[in-house]
């Protein structure tokens, strides 16, 4: 499963009690969840050319990453941030340099941190992989990082997934500038909007422009099938998650 261990849009106000973290990982343990996934709030900016602000989000960064591996989560997943003010060069090079302060703040923790690739609107990073490539050399290829691939985004930063040539690219692409063994969780999402749009909208899963075909092409590839998938699909009520789900795990079986 994946949450938010704070909320998402605001900045922190409050560690987690001691009580809290408990509880947390004895129902974790009882319900036999494996992995438990936390989100990074979306106020924070890796990337950001504000200097203040950069600082800001590798502190509180640094604070989130300790508390997940508190709660026994496996996985952080982040966004790797926009370069808004400054160009995509120096954003990466600002992520670099958080992402080395954090995990130097952050020594003895299990937690690993996961960059998400994101649609590309804008001036965010990490559309492609050979951003994330980037971002590991210069980290030395540390253990404490990897990938998360989210299926909306890829479609919206132009991957063409609702065919077989076009997962197969994908996968050949992670493989190649990162390393399957990185991809450690997939956003499961359908998507709306149109292919290359870099516009971030998700879908409920076969209804949207991936479609059931795509997404049976990718939740069967034999290199992404073990792979861990959660939905972010949209939410109205309980049902619309437990239908979500049964399409895809008819999708997985090959019954729909």
């Known amino acids: 499963m994946q949450m938010f261990a704070r909320n998402p849009r605001q900045w922190r106000k409050s560690t987690l009690s001691k009580e809290d973290i408990k509880l947390f990982k004895e129902k974790v343990l009882n319900e036999k969840i494996n992995p438990v996934v936390i989100h990074i709030p979306y106020t924070l900016n890796l990337a950001s050319s504000k200097q203040r602000f950069h600082k800001i989000t590798i502190k509180e960064f640094t604070q989130d990453l300790i508390e997940a591996d508190k709660l026994g989560a496996q996985y952080l997943v982040t ?77 919206a930063a132009g991957y063409k997934i609702d065919e077989e040539e076009g997962v197969n690219g994908l996968v050949a692409e992670i493989e190649r500038e990162v390393g399957i063994e990185r991809l450690k969780v997939i956003h499961l999402n359908d998507t709306k909007d149109k292919l290359d749009s870099r516009r971030d909208k998700h879908a409920d899963i076969g209804v949207g422009n991936i479609g059931k075909k795509g997404i049976s092409l990718i939740v069967n590839h034999p290199k992404l099938k073990n792979v861990p998938f959660i939905l972010e699909t949209p939410k109205d009520s309980d049902e619309d998650d437990i239908r979500n789900l049964n399409i895809v795990r008819e999708l997985y079986n090959g019954t729909l």
């Open 79 to 155: 966004h790797p941030g926009s370069h808004k003010g400054a160009s995509a060069e120096e954003g990466i090079d600002n992520l670099t340099r958080a992402l080395k302060k954090i995990l130097k703040g952050t020594k003895g923790v299990k937690t690993e941190i996961l960059l998400e690739n994101t649609a590309g609107s804008g001036s965010w990073l990490g559309y492609n992989f050979s951003q994330h490539k980037i971002v590991l050399e210069a980290l030395k290829w540390t253990p404490r990082l990897g990938l998360c691939l989210d299926t909306a985004h890829a479609w």
